[in-house]
């Protein structure tokens, strides 16, 4: 004669541990995973993960976080805007340069390698 869970635990019955370890568990993982759905939906990972500063997108939010922050004047805003504009070009001169300068030094399987590792980098 088997007693279903739910007679079981009418009549003060006491589940198995090991089936309420098993229900807790799943039940844990189950709201952690709707959690983190939940979270991705509200764009919580975005606001996480900032784009780089030296993409266009990364550019847009710094120089507005600027802006805001330090409450600059329109002309302030455009020497500052001239002045980060001359920067990032200045930083992608010198990476290009530097990837340049490094790949001269490897041979053809190496710089395979160190692409791969950029890119890598990158993601």
């Given at each position: 004669?088997?007693?279903?869970?739910?007679?079981?635990?009418a009549?003060?019955r006491?589940?198995?541990?090991k089936?309420?370890?098993?229900v807790?568990?799943?039940?844990?993982?189950?709201?952690?995973?709707a959690?983190?759905a939940l979270?991705?939906n509200l764009?919580v990972?975005?606001?996480l993960h900032?784009?780089?500063f030296?993409t266009?997108?990364?550019?847009?939010?710094?120089?507005?976080?600027?802006?805001?922050?330090?409450?600059?004047?329109?002309?302030?805003?455009e020497?500052?805007?001239?002045?980060l504009?001359?920067?990032?070009?200045?930083y992608?001169?010198?990476?290009?340069?530097?990837?340049?300068r490094?790949?001269?030094?490897?041979?053809?399987?190496?710089r395979?390698?160190?692409?791969?590792?950029?890119?890598?980098?990158a993601k």
């Amino acid at each position: 004669m088997s007693i279903s869970l739910l007679e079981g635990a009418a009549t003060g019955r006491s589940w198995n541990p090991k089936l309420a370890c098993g229900v807790t568990l799943a039940l844990v993982f189950l709201c952690g995973a709707a959690a983190g759905a939940l979270a991705m939906n509200l764009g919580v990972h975005n606001r996480l993960h900032q784009p780089a500063f030296d993409t266009p997108a990364g550019k847009v939010l710094y120089f507005d976080r600027l802006q805001k922050e330090l409450d600059l004047t329109p002309a302030q805003t455009e020497q500052i805007q001239s002045i980060l504009n001359d920067f990032w070009q200045y930083y992608r001169t010198v990476l290009s340069d530097s990837k340049a300068r490094v790949e001269q030094l490897l041979n053809e399987d190496q710089r395979r390698k160190f692409e791969r590792l950029l890119q890598e980098h990158a993601k």
